[in-house]
């Protein structure tokens, strides 16, 4: 099973993604988070990377596809994965439909979390991320057991550097921009399968397994 899921930052792609994972038995894929866990080792990929994720832009298109690539080719992707936070572009779209259809495959599921603007911007003051293991938590919504402490691997939590009012918002422009026409593509490709992001937590994921199966 090969999923994608679609959204604005802060839609709940992670929190998704994460639990879809754990049910589905296939690996959680986001490139945000293998930036993020690389500019926390001082890694040249992770300093690069920075450069843009700070300013609230894309990293460029030949990178970033060029490490989902290599990570998909792993052993553990061989039974699909549910990508998180790629493709952002329709770039990046091309070359994964590309690849798997050299493959003989295709993705199966592309599921747009889908949560209007004005929502956005307050749940990411909130937000509390895990540069560990990924996990992600709201400290009104979606509470760690244990103020700012993960729940899964007992690792510290963080406010990430690109959710300032002032990033957020320039990240959402540049969803709009490049992100949000990749609804269109996968609607033409018969995969799109949209969500109501909006709803508690428990109850998006019902959504997503009513149609997952
Ligand atoms: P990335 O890490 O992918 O960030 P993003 O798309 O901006 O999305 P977020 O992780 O901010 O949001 P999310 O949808 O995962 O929401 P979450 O589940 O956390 O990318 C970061 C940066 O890396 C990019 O800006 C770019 O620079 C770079 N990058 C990454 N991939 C790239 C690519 N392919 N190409 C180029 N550049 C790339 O939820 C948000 C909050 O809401 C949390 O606090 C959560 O607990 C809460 N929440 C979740 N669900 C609910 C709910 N139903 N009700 C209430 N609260 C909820
Ligand atoms: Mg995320």
Excluded at 51 to 70: A, F, H, N, Q, S
Excluded at 116 to 124: L, T
Excluded at 155 to 183: A, G, M, N
């Amino acid at each position: 099973m090969k999923i994608i899921m679609l959204g604005a930052p802060g839609a709940g792609k992670g929190t998704q993604a994460i639990k879809i994972a754990e049910k589905y038995g296939i690996p959680h894929v986001s490139t945000g988070d293998i930036f993020r866990a690389n500019i926390k080792g001082n890694t040249p990929l992770g300093m690069e990377a920075k450069k843009y994720m700070d300013e609230g832009k894309l990293v460029p298109d030949e990178l970033t596809v060029r490490i989902l690539l290599d990570r998909v080719s792993k052993d553990d992707c061989s039974k699909g994965y549910v990508l998180d936070g790629f493709p952002r572009t329709i770039v990046q779209a091309d070359v994964l439909k590309e690849e798997l259809t050299k493959l003989g495959d295709a993705i199966d599921y592309a599921i747009n979390v889908d949560v209007p603007d004005e929502n956005i911007v307050k749940r990411m003051s909130g937000r509390r991320a895990c540069v560990n293991c990924g996990a992600t938590y709201h400290i009104e919504h979606i509470p760690p057991k244990k103020e700012g402490i993960c729940d899964n691997c007992g690792s510290e939590l963080i406010l990430r550097d690109d959710d300032k009012p002032e990033t957020v918002q320039k990240r959402l422009d540049v969803y709009h921009e490049q992100t949000q026409p990749l609804i269109d593509y996968y609607e033409k490709d018969g995969v799109l399968k949209t969500v109501d992001g909006t709803k508690p937590m428990e109850e998006v994921f019902k959504a997503i397994t009513d149609i997952l199966g």
